[in-house]
């Protein structure tokens, strides 16, 4: 029988162990392992059979425990250590009120679709949302004043299992907030906190606010399954990225607009400060922007600004992150849509239709004018915008080069700041351990201390920890595919074998992420006779271990999953080679640290950055990868080795076929000889070198604390200072409008009409110095409005600058009719091929780039 109704029960803590309560209301807990072994001391066996989650631990354990729990003094003591710490994290002095400096601002929010906080709060599906729950965790740690916003899934993203013949099944449980470490805001009444949009045709969404609190950072999850709400609106936030192009807007819109409101609200009963800044984590969210200009246009007790003036307010302080290497990754609505949603009594009433519709619009050469782009949305409606890697910020440069088509590809403004990974989520246990036996300081302010004690360690200790971290990966995968396999219908007296699947003294690779083609899951299977070889060699054997999820849409990547999942079948290899189903953070957090090597394959430059790399080499894991994403930067030959990449051969299967044998001769000639190579101690010195090497040429990089450090110096501070010169009484803003309005006009009159130079001969040398003079016309500007530029430096064989430096040139004369001579020196300090041009660009206090408004005048 079905019960009708379904709710969760409260347990009651006995008064002593009230701090449970708080411990578990913190997901502190998920990055802090003495907070977990109390909660395991509580009840070890439903401790591991919740799957490590403290709200369903506290609600399953017997009431009779919890007494003798109340009265047990050793239990007591650690618990209130455990709480007393907690209370020094979040009250406590950190980086940001140290170091960030007076400009930094009071209060940042952070936008995303998802979140990758812990496995017991499944609001994610890749690494777009694990980046994000870094970002929240390392902010907290370093105590920036950070605040989340994204939404509450009913179902997360799926639970993926496989079937007998190895095809992906998707599976959506349904879950229940009560049984989730998330809290509801409520009034001062006590009644469900709320928002509303309204939308066309009405009635208006509704959704409640749920708080999850990710140590010092709360994160605001908006939820529309609101009595009240039809149906249609209940489902919006189902499941993560499925259902229909309008669903999808529907989200987003939920997103932008409806967390700006629940900012406004979470700040109003909580006393929190108003954010300065707003980041928003990939184009999803970039309906933001929207409801911020419609706050400042036509919201009552506004300042009523006009549009272009509350449009210059709201993008000085917004900065935008691109995650998407391909456009195909970007959301695109069709205009009709976008018309139907935001007509005159849409979500945002009173901002023009016409001027959201241009916000969004693929007006360049090469774009679609039938349809609306989030991702061109975000670009101009904020100020500042950014990649995720260095290559990723040239790949974005390109991808996005028409909405500045006037400068050169390196001009475009759009920087980047490479992601980085949360140590204490991700990083094992032991190797903390380890590390603080031989010196190493936990704070995150002494991350130094930690590379300091790489080298004081003995090369023993490292691989006997190292051999400790593959022995347990090696048995909770077998426990993974002893559960997968009966989930395929196999019956348990044919799996006896699993028991002997992989070995923790075989050399170990790990591979796993999401499934879309262009990380080629199978390369590895390009020649399965020689890999079978490589898995199978008598003195050098190697094992895989492998996991990710395609989209549900995606049968292109089930097929490549049930390729690696049937040559994984074959008796001849299945202890050597392993399909992991249902890749998550529980199922990462041994994965990584497990791993010998970890191999990331992808088709270049398609890979963003490729977070998971990081994680395994801050446990010692050496990394086998195409040159692409973040190794692509910080790979110097020493920290791993570099799959060489085929670019230019036009034939993908012949591609594939370059990089698969380049893989397999990396593997069999330098991989595996090196980890076999041991000394008479069983230790393989050459490969600890390695190991020492990548975690301090890599470990201070690849930090989510650098990362959130970088964010705050390079984009949140400058932000939120041209925010408030803009904010202080909004004469800054209308002033920047109107100026950015007379240059646009004035633009087409603006000229270089004649350049000079001197001071050089016809044998220029290295030393020289070349005096340019430049005669412009502005037309209606003055010689305020702009910069007179020289760009020189040097140049290929069709007179194309590639390497070019900027030099100011200054006002010298004035003529009549807008007519001017701007006058400058340039020092020839290299040989070569040299060139140079002259140009004019607008120029403002305000602007963050010569190339913001997009335009120039050349000669």
Not at 40 to 62: F, M, Q, Y
Not at 768 to 794: I, Q, W
Request: hydrophobic content about 40%; proline content about 6%.
């Amino acid at each position: 029988m079905r019960a009708i109704r379904r709710f969760t029960v409260r347990p009651v803590l006995p008064p002593p162990l009230s701090a449970l309560g708080d411990l578990a209301g913190n997901l502190r807990w998920s990055w802090h392992p003495p907070t977990q072994d109390v909660f395991a001391e509580v009840d070890p066996e439903i401790w591991e059979s919740t799957k490590r989650d403290p709200v369903r631990l506290l609600g399953a354990v017997n009431p009779e425990r919890l007494e003798d729990l109340a009265s047990d003094q050793g239990f007591l003591d650690r618990l209130g250590s455990a709480k007393a710490d907690l209370d020094a994290y979040l009250g406590g002095e950190r980086w940001y009120s140290r170091r960030a400096g007076d400009e930094a601002p009071t209060r940042i929010a952070y936008f995303s679709p998802e979140f990758g906080i812990t496995a017991v709060l499944p609001q994610y599906s890749g690494g777009l949302g694990i980046l994000a729950g870094d970002h929240l965790k390392a902010a907290s740690d370093l105590g920036v004043p950070l605040v989340g916003v994204g939404l509450l899934y009913h179902a997360g993203y799926f639970k993926q299992s496989l079937s007998r013949e190895g095809w992906q099944l998707e599976k959506y449980p349904v879950l229940d907030p009560d049984e989730l470490p998330i809290s509801l805001l409520r009034e001062e009444n006590g009644a469900r906190a709320h928002i509303s949009i309204a939308m066309p045709g009405g009635p208006e969404l509704l959704a409640k606010i749920w708080v999850a609190q990710v140590g010092r950072v709360p994160l605001l999850l908006l939820d529309s399954d609101v009595e009240g709400n039809p149906d249609h609106y209940r489902e919006v936030t189902d499941r993560l990225y499925g259902g229909t192009s309008e669903h999808r807007l529907r989200q987003e819109i939920l997103l932008g607009i409806g967390g700006v409101r629940a900012l406004r609200v979470h700040a109003r009963i909580t006393g929190a400060t108003e954010p300065e800044v707003f980041h928003t984590n990939e184009g999803h969210a970039g309906f933001l922007g929207l409801e911020r200009i419609r706050e400042l246009t036509v919201e009552e007790g506004g300042p009523k600004l006009d549009f272009p003036t509350a449009l210059e307010v709201s993008r000085a302080s917004t900065v935008f992150t691109t995650h998407t290497p391909v456009p195909a990754g970007i959301d695109r609505f069709s205009r009709e849509l976008i018309e139907q949603y935001f007509g005159t009594a849409g979500p945002v009433s009173g901002v023009p239709l016409e001027r959201i519709l241009a916000l969004g619009a693929e007006d360049y050469v090469g774009g679609d004018p039938t349809v609306f782009n989030m991702a061109v949305m975000g670009f101009r409606l904020a100020q500042r915008a950014n990649g995720v890697s260095k290559l990723h910020g040239h790949v974005s440069r390109e991808m996005f080069h028409g909405l500045w088509p006037a400068f050169d590809e390196a001009e475009v403004p759009i920087t980047s700041i490479t992601n980085g990974v949360h140590a204490p989520t991700w990083v094992g246990r032991e190797v903390f351990d380890l590390a603080a036996r031989h010196g190493a300081n936990g704070d995150a302010d002494e991350v130094d201390s930690f590379w300091n004690a790489v080298d004081q360690t003995p090369s023993a200790d490292i691989w006997s920890v190292k051999r400790l971290l593959r022995e347990r990966l090696v048995l909770d995968a077998r426990q993974r595919l002893l559960k997968s396999n009966l989930k395929r219908g196999i019956p348990a007296a044919e799996l006896t074998w699993v028991d002997e699947v992989l070995d923790p003294d075989v050399l170990t690779i790990g591979f796993a992420r999401r499934v879309p083609s262009y990380k080629r899951l199978t390369l590895m299977l390009r020649d399965p006779e020689r890999l079978k070889r490589l898995l199978l060699h008598p003195e050098r054997p190697v094992q895989l271990i492998i996991a990710g999820k395609a989209h549900p849409a995606d049968d292109g990547g089930k097929k490549l999953i049930q390729e690696i999942v049937r040559f994984a079948d074959d008796p001849e290899v299945r202890h050597r080679i392993v399909f992991l189903p249902n890749y998550d953070i529980a199922m990462a957090q041994p994965l990584y640290p497990g791993c010998d090597v970890w191999l990331n394959n992808p088709l270049r430059p398609y890979e963003a950055c490729g977070t998971s790399g990081m994680k395994a080499a801050l446990n010692g894991g050496l990394n086998l990868s195409i040159l692409d994403g973040w190794w692509d930067e910080w790979y110097d030959r020493s920290n791993g080795w570099a799959i060489p990449s085929a670019d230019g051969v036009d034939d993908p299967d012949r591609r594939d076929d370059l990089e698969a044998a380049a893989l397999y001769d990396l593997i069999e000639k330098d991989v595996a000889p090196r980890f076999y190579d041991v000394d008479h101690d069983d230790v393989p010195g050459r490969w600890i070198e390695m190991v020492r090497h990548t975690l301090k040429s890599l470990g201070p990089k690849v930090l989510a604390t650098r990362m959130v450090r970088d964010y705050v110096r390079q984009l949140y501070t400058p932000a939120a200072i041209t925010g408030r010169a803009l904010n202080s009484d909004y004469k800054g803003a209308t002033e920047l409008a109107s100026w950015k309005q007379q240059v646009r006009a004035d633009w087409a009159d603006v000229r270089v009409e004649h350049v000079e130079s001197h001071g050089v001969g016809d044998n220029p040398e290295v030393g020289s110095v070349l005096t340019v003079r430049a005669f412009v016309a502005l037309g209606g500007l003055t010689p305020d409005d702009v910069a007179v530029e020289v760009v020189h430096g040097v140049i290929n064989g069709d007179d194309d600058l590639v390497e070019s430096t900027v030099t100011r040139l200054d006002l010298a004369d004035s003529y009549d009719g807008g007519r001017y001579r701007f006058d400058g020196e340039v020092q020839l300090k290299r040989g070569g091929a040299f060139g140079y041009t002259v140009r004019v660009v607008p120029r403002h206090s305000v602007l963050s780039s010569a190339s913001e408004m997009g335009l120039v005048a050349l000669p």
